[in-house]
């Protein structure tokens, strides 16, 4: 779209860009169903953006670029709630339901009291059923978002039900609220009550970036929703992708709205404001119990988290007709699930090995009812959570089980500790195997250095040794190598050299011809390159290059080992952390041992020319490999580069010194052009190649 030249034009275009933009909002947000990509959307957002930048006049406070701007505040202010934001009476049972439902049918007289007929059963027919508006209870903040004339004027946090903080500038961030209503039809002024929620998504995501940080993840949605909302800077807020759901009104004025709760919802939605997709009517007791039985099976699928669900008469006369008792509506109760934090006790901490190695402790707790499930362990993550749980062996502790979260401790009930405890650390020797546990600085996890022998990192250990790009044992896939080990014929990788051709054919599923393949695998793999084998070993953050720059800083095998981390550092591209890695993995006696039975079975490899890094013949230069080359895999010439001393990157910058193009390149060989990046094909590669050797 060309500029538009006029101011008249720009005022135009800016409005039929705000239109179109408040559609899309409606498309994506309300009805879930967008017309067109995000890039689509961007694009209109961007034009619009740029045609304020440039007529600022332009600008109004409901723009769509308007949601974030304003500096951080002192203190939020106070807004007083004219129409008290009230709270909702809870039930646990379905017998409560049915009170409830029949203390609404008898107040409204549709009723005869108890004792004057034979009591009402939920499956005698009902002539006089009441429809109820069923809703999920949202585990989130309630909020009140005011709009005068259309516009989104001022949003305010619940607070005590009277007064609240005023955080409009934080709900102006939050991209689900519309900062103008969308159509017509909506009165002067309409107070939209709902909830602001984290998606599971979202809340799972922030608390495994705090927990890489080594940072207090949050208990749960709802704590990490009203920390977001109630941030003194907006830009933080704006930070975390927070959500709204509509469930009901405040104030109206100066206008009408429909008599049913249900199709107020309906009328909300059409404004642009967002409702739960899973608000459904339901006609009487027996419908209300349905819908929690319905919603309580979907609970782990939905996108956000949810303590129970609410019932509303959806009649607003017999809303007005029943009234409110204390600070709680007669006509609507809220159903809950099973409460989701239980007190118990924690019996023992255990330290678990995974298949990687890493250490990940877990409370073994005295067995609690918690979420629909006896719940007898939980997760402790790694030490920093310890440390700042400060959890012991024999505390008291708050365990959470939410949805299909797995259990966690949420808090240490202090006043509850028995005297003589002792704080907890994770074991220094592997509880399986008995290697020394590493644990780099600066790195959360903790993890087993008996990489080669540790049972707990067996069948891992085993699949990487024989993967392609180290030894290169074709066939031997990931079932093989589980029947290997759960039959106990190998425990190490040097076993695979010991195993006989009648074992391997002995085995499920494998046929001579296959095992005699994979027995040839086996033998042709002894003959390999030191860098293979060092990257075979598994040991942590060596990866190919690394083990490259090993093999052609050491030169062999027993320098590598005996290398102490300061030596090792010496190596280019290995810091404190690799280093750390490295000589731990060769100081555990068992690792030791495999290696020494590997090279006795007769795994070899030529001896390696020592050349210091920088001296190589292609020290310094950036590679790019893009499309099929004939003669050669991808892998190999990556790997053949990368031995003279060259890195191969997987994209294309300026940096980049050369591209090697092979049959059908994609866009990198579009890229090398623009940026008028030198181009080989596959014969000027393997002159190259040569030439250099
Ligand atoms: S109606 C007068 N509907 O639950 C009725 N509340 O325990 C006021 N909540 O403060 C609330 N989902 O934060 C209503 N569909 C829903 C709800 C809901 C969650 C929260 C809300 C309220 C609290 C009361």
Not at 618 to 643: I, P, S, W, Y
Request: proline content about 6%; charged content about 25%.
């Amino acid at each position: 779209m060309s500029a538009p030249a006029s101011s008249r034009e720009a005022a135009e275009r800016v409005k039929k860009l705000r239109a179109e933009i408040a559609r899309h909002n409606y498309l994506y947000y309300v009805l879930d169903a967008p017309e067109i990509p995000d890039a689509e959307y961007d694009r209109l957002f961007r034009e619009l953006q740029e045609l304020e930048a440039r007529h600022p006049k332009l600008v109004t406070p409901d723009s769509p670029t308007q949601r974030v701007g304003e500096a951080p505040l002192k203190k939020f202010g106070a807004v007083r709630h004219e129409v008290p934001m009230l709270s909702l009476v809870n039930a646990f049972t379905e017998q409560e339901v049915v009170d409830f439902d029949r203390r609404v049918r008898e107040r409204l007289g549709l009723e005869v009291a108890p004792g004057i007929l034979p009591p009402a059963t939920l499956t005698r027919p009902c002539v006089s059923q009441v429809e109820y508006s069923a809703e999920p209870k949202l585990d989130g903040l309630a909020v009140s978002l005011l709009y005068q004339h259309g516009r989104f004027t001022q949003g305010a946090t619940r607070g005590d039900g009277e007064t609240g903080e005023d955080v409009t500038q934080n709900l102006r961030t939050i991209k689900a609220i519309p900062l103008h209503l969308y159509g017509k039809g909506y009165p002067e002024i309409l107070e939209v009550r709902g909830e602001v929620y984290l998606s599971k998504q979202v809340f799972n995501e922030l608390n495994r970036q705090a927990l890489a940080r080594g940072e207090k993840p949050f208990a749960n949605p709802r704590n990490a929703a009203a920390g977001s909302l109630r941030q003194l800077d907006p830009k933080i807020t704006a930070s975390r992708p927070l959500a709204f759901y509509a469930y009901g009104l405040g104030k109206v004025q100066g206008g009408v709205m429909p008599d049913k709760h249900s199709a107020i919802l309906a009328q909300l939605r059409d404004w642009s404001v967002p409702v739960a997709r899973e608000q459904k009517v339901v006609q009487g007791v027996q419908g209300c119990l349905d819908y929690y039985r319905d919603m309580s099976a979907r609970r782990a699928r939905l996108p956000y988290d949810i303590d129970g669900v609410v019932y509303k008469v959806n009649r607003l006369d017999h809303q007005e007709q029943l009234g409110y008792i204390s600070r709680a509506p007669r006509w609507a109760l809220a159903h809950k699930f099973p409460a989701q934090e239980e007190l118990t006790g924690v019996l023992d901490i255990e330290a678990q090995v995974g298949r990687t190695g890493a250490l990940t402790p877990v409370a073994r707790l005295k067995p609690v009812f918690v979420g629909g499930v006896t719940v007898s362990n939980a997760t402790l993550h790694n030490q920093n959570e310890i440390d700042r749980l400060d959890v012991r062996v024999g505390d008291s502790v708050i365990v959470r089980r939410a949805g299909d979260v797995i259990p966690e401790i949420v808090s240490v009930v202090r006043e509850r500790r028995p005297p003589r405890t002792r704080p907890y650390h994770l074991p220094r020797q592997c509880p399986v195997c008995g290697a020394d546990v590493v644990r780099a600085e600066g790195e959360v996890v903790a993890r087993c250095s008996g990489g080669l022998y540790c049972p707990a990192q067996r069948i891992q250990a085993i699949l990487h040794f024989a993967s392609r790009r180290a030894m290169d044992i074709e066939g031997l896939g990931d079932k093989l190598v589980e029947q290997l080990v759960t039959q106990k014929l190998i425990e190490t990788p040097a076993d695979l050299y010991t195993l006989t051709l009648e074992q391997l054919a002995g085995l499920e599923r494998m046929g001579e011809k296959s095992a005699a393949n994979v027995y040839g695998a086996i033998q042709k793999s002894k003959k390999t390159t030191l860098a293979r084998f060092l990257f075979a070993l598994g040991i942590r953050e060596v990866g190919e290059a690394t083990a490259q720059t090993l093999a052609r800083h050491f030169g062999d095998l027993d320098a590598v080992m005996e290398a102490d981390e300061a030596t090792l550092q010496n190596v280019p591209d290995v810091g404190p952390i690799v280093a750390a890695h490295i000589a731990a993995f060769f100081r555990q006696r068992h690792n030791r041992e495999v290696i020494q039975r590997l090279r006795e079975a007769g795994v070899t490899w030529p001896g390696v020319q020592r050349t210091p890094a920088a001296r190589l013949p292609l020290a310094g230069k950036t590679f790019v490999l893009t499309g099929t080359l004939e003669h050669m895999t991808r892998d190999e010439a990556k790997e053949k580069l990368q031995a003279l001393g060259a890195k191969v990157s997987g994209s294309v910058s300026a940096k980049t010194s050369c591209v090697v193009v092979g049959r059908d390149p994609g866009s990198k060989l579009d890229k090398a052009r623009e940026l008028g990046v030198e181009v080989l094909d596959e014969t000027a590669l393997h002159k190259l190649l040569r030439g250099a050797d």
